[in-house]
């Protein structure tokens, strides 16, 4: 069960790895943003290029067709890849070895919906993978397995995603073996340690110049692709993609230079790629040949 890129190269370890997977589930197809195209998930389009059987249901909640495929085919573990369903009461039951959740964070840390972008907001040093076994709460099931990483300078939530779902579908074959012969412990969560990775809302994506330059770059960070880190100026917005740290220093807001370096409250940013609403994405150097964004120019100013 998965929907997004995340959970697309742990499917394809699984299947070239032998293990027999009877039934893919994703979430529907999407309609695009005009509504001309429905649009499938990572997951759906893989699982058809391997001649798997797709289930794409609404919900699980009160579905009992979906129940009585899922009690016929009979299966001995489910494995939950940021599948975006709540799985209900009646269908963890029916798995002999249950429901595993492979998460991208260092349960109990970033419990929830977001917690790749929330981990790089945050700035943290590390992150990880947990393997937990499924209950009928939000990511607090025990857990039998964490594996972790190591947080790089600028970092995005792309490259993190890529590089938890890497470890993933390597550490996932061990640990199934593991859970198959019994060898492996599942340990309950301190939940009074509990952190929660909220939805992430449009909104968090505006920039405050008044804050510090690392905390900006891990709001541009975290935030890539979507919906991104952005500032609005002259009733134009304007999505930073890329940047990187810089020690110069001004009032909070003002481009610096020809470099587009912008002040912060402490140091500043050096913008790498920038988009104006509208247009495509540009190197700082290009978008500043022919954009009315000048040195001097205080973006609070709006």
Not at 127 to 140: A, R, V, Y
Not at 198 to 214: D, L, R, T, V
Request: with cysteine.
């Amino acid at each position: 069960m998965g929907t997004s890129n995340f959970a697309v190269s742990i499917l394809k370890s699984l299947y070239q790895n032998g293990y027999p997977i009877s039934t893919v589930y994703t979430q529907p197809p999407q309609k695009s943003k005009r509504g001309q195209k429905l649009n499938k998930s990572p997951i759906n389009l893989i699982a058809e290029t391997l001649n798997l059987e797709v289930r794409v249901p609404n919900t699980l909640n009160k579905n009992y067709e979906e129940e009585n495929y899922f009690k016929k085919i009979k299966p001995e573990l489910c494995i939950v890849v940021a599948y975006g369903q709540i799985i209900p009461k009646n269908f963890l039951k029916i798995p002999k070895y249950g429901f595993i959740n492979i998460h991208a964070s260092l349960l109990p840390k970033w419990r929830g919906a977001a917690p790749i972008q929330r981990t790089i907001m945050n700035l943290d040093n590390e992150t990880g993978i947990s393997l937990m076994k499924l209950n009928e709460n939000l990511d607090e099931g025990p857990v039998c397995s964490q594996h972790k990483i190591k947080i790089t300078k600028n970092m995005n939530s792309t490259d993190l995603s890529e590089s938890l779902a890497s470890l993933a579908s390597q550490k996932i074959l061990t640990d199934l073996d593991s859970i198959y012969d019994g060898s492996i412990n599942f340990v309950d969560q301190d939940h009074s340690k509990a952190t929660y990775a909220n939805k992430i809302k449009k909104s968090e994506g505006k920039i405050n110049w008044n804050e510090s330059a690392n905390t900006i770059i891990g709001k541009i960070n975290g935030l890539y692709p979507f919906p991104g880190a952005w500032f609005v100026f002259k009733g134009e917005r304007y999505k930073i993609l890329k940047s990187e740290f810089s020690n110069s220093k001004g009032t909070p807001g003002t481009i610096l230079n020809e470099n587009l370096e912008i002040s912060c409250s402490e140091n500043s940013i050096k913008v790498l790629e920038i988009q104006r609403e509208g247009k495509k994405v540009q190197k700082a150097s290009e978008f500043m040949l022919g954009t009315k964004l000048k040195k001097g120019t205080n973006l609070n100013d709006v």
